[in-house]
């Protein structure tokens, strides 16, 4: 599983506790969850249109993604009450996958942008992953003209519109689970030697080349220093392998790194046996570019490393890199800087007390985004469900109601001051 579906089977189990949850996923997809579902959670998977519309016509609330409608447009006509995923701001991934192509970026960015705007219309609550993207979306919200007197009267805090669920994490402590080979078991990788692991997709957005550059200036100084690319191509069958992957690989082999020092795991590791991996890391990196997607992106796989206790090397620019230089869990870079990367990873794999406060720093932080806690908006809703007044598309007011509400503020007195204003609009 990749980002999305995680989210939705781990809100689904936390949501099982007060209520029936159904998760469902038109993709059958490889071995269901290891471990017992929560009796109260049904999974669904590799169904169709005529499934889904009977598990929705059963149901009191649905919760989707962004791009749901477009497939599924019935779900909006149901009369249930809608709650509507933001945690994702794609619309800037599209701009950077596409930005090589203008006529797939135009067509791609123009559906899209229709897409979203009909799910957001629709909606009854919307949620995303951190305060900073909720400053975006009411952004959004506002220029739809979605946000007007009747919801501002219905919650000022305008939280009833949309409020925040960040990814989360399991509040038990990471183990290996034996069901799989991690990291040590690898060809090329010792026991002993250092490794930096790459918890995801090498998606467009992603700066791995500055990474790799690092690795290369450290090799001298650390000759076992690995690194480790955990994932090459997403579960997800309609998303292709991007070009930042094919890039890294061969920045790699034109550097005389590729399965010496930087390897590229095909595929995608299973969502359970990624903890035998993660404990098996050294350290954790991400890196991305200083782009619009950055500020208001919320990087899933940083909170694997937060979960594992492992000191991340990673970008400034999102919210996240912030948290992390404030609690001590790691080193933020800045962008595209492969000399700063070196320092760091030198400082990261030679420092033992550092990399030890690191760690600490780490966990602490990860206590701040249990899926357990995250959910409570969620859980709000369903125990006092509600439906925003009817969305109507902002319109010029008439002279009359421009008159009338110029009355309303201050009379007949008023109304004469501003009588020159109101004639030249007639005459317009």
């Known amino acids: 599983m990749a980002g ?6 781990e809100l689904g189990k936390v949501l099982a506790q007060d209520f029936t949850v159904v998760v469902f996923s038109p993709v ?33 609330t649905i919760f989707i993604q962004s791009n749901v409608l477009k497939p599924y447009p019935f779900l909006s006509q149901l009369g249930k009450y809608l709650i509507l995923d933001l945690y994702d701001p794609y619309l800037f991934s599209v701009l950077v996958q ?40 009411i952004g959004r919200f506002c220029a739809q003209g979605r946000i007007d007197p009747r919801l501002y009267k219905l919650d000022p805090s305008l939280r009833k519109l949309i409020d925040v669920v960040p990814y989360g994490l399991p509040e038990q402590e990471p ?18 030697d250092p490794v930096l692991i790459w918890g995801g997709g090498i998606w467009d957005w992603f700066d791995p080349l500055s990474v790799i550059e690092a690795v290369k200036n450290c090799v001298d100084e650390i000759p076992d220093l690995r690194l480790v690319f955990m994932g090459t191509k997403s579960p ?21 790194l590729l399965d010496k020092h930087v390897f590229f795991l095909d595929g995608w590791v299973d969502y359970d046996e990624r903890v035998n991996y993660l404990l098996d890391a050294t350290a954790a990196v991400s890196a991305h570019f200083d782009l619009p997607e950055t500020r208001f992106s919320f990087r899933t796989r940083i ?30 870079l800045p962008y595209q800087d492969s000399a700063a990367w070196a320092k760091a990873i030198k400082q990261v794999v030679n420092d033992q007390q550092e990399r030890k406060n690191m760690q600490c720093g780490s966990k602490e932080l990860s206590k701040m985004f249990y899926w357990q806690n995250n959910a409570e908006p969620l859980r709000r809703f369903l125990k006092n469900p509600y439906h925003l007044p009817q969305f109507e598309k902002v319109t010029m007011p008439t ?30």
């Open 98 to 137: 596409y930005k090589n192509d203008p006529v797939q970026a135009d067509a791609s960015y123009r559906m899209m942008h229709q897409v979203l705007e009909t799910h957001m219309l629709a909606c009854d609550l919307a949620v995303c992953a951190s305060e900073r993207q909720r400053d975006y979306w």
């Open 399 to 428: 002279l009359f109601e421009r008159a009338y509400s110029i009355y309303r503020r201050g009379g007949i007195g008023l109304i004469s001051r501003r009588s020159r204003e109101l004639i030249n609009d007639i005459l317009k």
């Open 28 to 60: 059958e997809g490889g071995a269901p969850p290891r471990g017992q579902l929560p009796a109260n959670l049904r999974l669904v998977r590799g169904g169709g249109a005529k499934t889904l519309r009977a598990l929705a016509e059963e149901a009191e």
């Open 303 to 332: 909170l694997d490393y937060l979960w594992c206790g492992l000191p991340i090397l990673t970008t400034a620019g999102d919210g996240l890199a912030e948290l992390i230089q404030q609690n001590g869990a790691g080193l933020v």
């Open 4 to 9: 999305p579906a995680i989210r939705a089977l």
């Open 236 to 256: 997800n069958p309609k998303v292709e392998i991007m070009d930042m992957t094919k890039k890294a690989r061969d920045l790699a082999a034109s550097l005389s």
């Open 175 to 192: 183990q290996k689970n034996g069901s799989g080979k991690g990291l040590r078991d690898i060809p090329g990788i010792g026991q002993q």
